[in-house]
């Protein structure tokens, strides 16, 4: 059974999608092999409920690349196991909790434990992959494309706000050029709102798999303890998904000077990575905003900016944005 889905959410009258949302979400059929890159428990449910119901409906294969045990997540665990102080070994004890949790919620939207492939990296420490050891982290997602081998691969937002999430769509992309250059791939955002102008399209749910949504969710009893009302609330009549934004010539970013000299740069290619203070970083201020002559970028790359500072807000500011190859111009 082929499911396709038009621009607007809804079907036309033959069932045939728009040219638009074909360039979203391709047909779903037995020939679609799906990848869901999920950066902690419950963002495979949250995000992607619908789609993994509605591809295994269609005959498709499903497979669930979790990169983190959502272990660095204090809250809860203190509101649920009535502690103040959070040790490694507590840690390690919540995040085994949720790993359960995730396979209780794939079970419920009809994906086989065997799909599941854990990484085990710590919460809040994805960038911190990227920023350390760029080639093994890209090179440990390899091995799950090579195993999965995905037609479509479905990644958070570049710009989600989430640190985790922007920096496991640097990771995603980076392997499949690689491992799928020809897999196609949609992005889901939770963490923000979808950027205007980005080429997106909603896939709506029928009544039982929006019920089927809503089960996994509750499945992460974890989060639902604190966050119920608001998680429960995510899961509506359709899901939306976008095509990554194009690349860009300059940076997109107009810090004040005021702020610069507390910035660091993160660059990371298929070349490696690097880090930049920005008072150091090889800029240049064109009429387009700032150009970065970084050698790693020379075949188009990833950028972070940020103020390596602690603090409770965990949410990124500015954030990743994608660079095009040297001399390719905007592609925006």
């Known amino acids: 059974m082929a499911v396709s889905v038009a621009a607007d959410g809804r079907f036309d009258g033959l069932g ?12 779903l059929n037995e020939r679609v092999r799906m990848l869901v890159v999920s950066p902690h428990p419950d963002d495979e449910s949250l995000a ?16 669930v690349l979790l990169l983190t045990d959502g272990d660095d997540n204090p809250w809860p665990q203190r509101y649920m196991e009535r502690r103040i102080v959070i040790d490694a070994q507590a840690r390690a004890r919540w995040g085994t909790r949720r790993r359960n949790e995730v396979r209780a919620a794939l079970a419920r939207l009809g994906v086989d434990e065997s799909s599941l492939h854990a990484l085990g990296w710590h919460d809040m420490d994805i960038t911190g992959c ?17 195993t999965t081998a995905p037609t479509l691969m479905v990644l958070p937002a570049l710009g989600d706000r989430h640190p985790d999430h922007g920096s496991a769509h640097v990771m995603a992309r980076l392997a499949a050029r690689a491992a799928a250059p020809d897999a196609h791939i949609v992005t889901y955002m939770i963490h923000g709102r979808v950027a205007a102008g980005t080429v997106s399209a909603r896939l709506p749910l029928s009544t039982a798999i929006e019920a089927g949504k809503r089960n996994a969710v509750r499945e992460h009893r974890t989060q639902i303890s604190l966050s119920g009302k608001r998680m429960l609330g995510m899961v509506q009549p359709d899901e939306t998904f976008a095509l990554p934004t194009p690349p860009r010539a300059a940076l997109p970013w107009h810090p004040p000077v ?9 660059v990371v290619s298929g070349q490696g990575s690097g880090h930049w203070r920005w008072r150091d970083a090889p800029l240049e201020n064109t009429p387009q905003g ?11 790359g990833f950028v972070k900016l940020s103020v390596p500072l ?23």
């Open 258 to 266: 005021w702020v610069r000299p507390g910035l660091h740069l993160l």
């Open 16 to 27: 045939v999608a728009t040219a638009r949302a074909r360039m979203v979400l391709p047909p």
């Open 48 to 63: 992607v409920g619908g789609l993994i119901q509605a591809v295994l409906g269609a005959g498709g294969r499903v497979d």
């Open 310 to 332: 602690r603090s409770p807000w965990i949410f990124d500011h500015w954030g990743w944005a994608e660079l095009a190859p040297r001399g390719a111009g905007s592609l925006a």
């Open 290 to 300: 700032w150009v970065l002559h970084d050698p790693l970028l020379e075949r188009g």
């Open 130 to 146: 990227l920023s350390r050891d760029a080639s093994t982290a890209v090179a440990a997602i390899d091995a799950v494309i090579a």
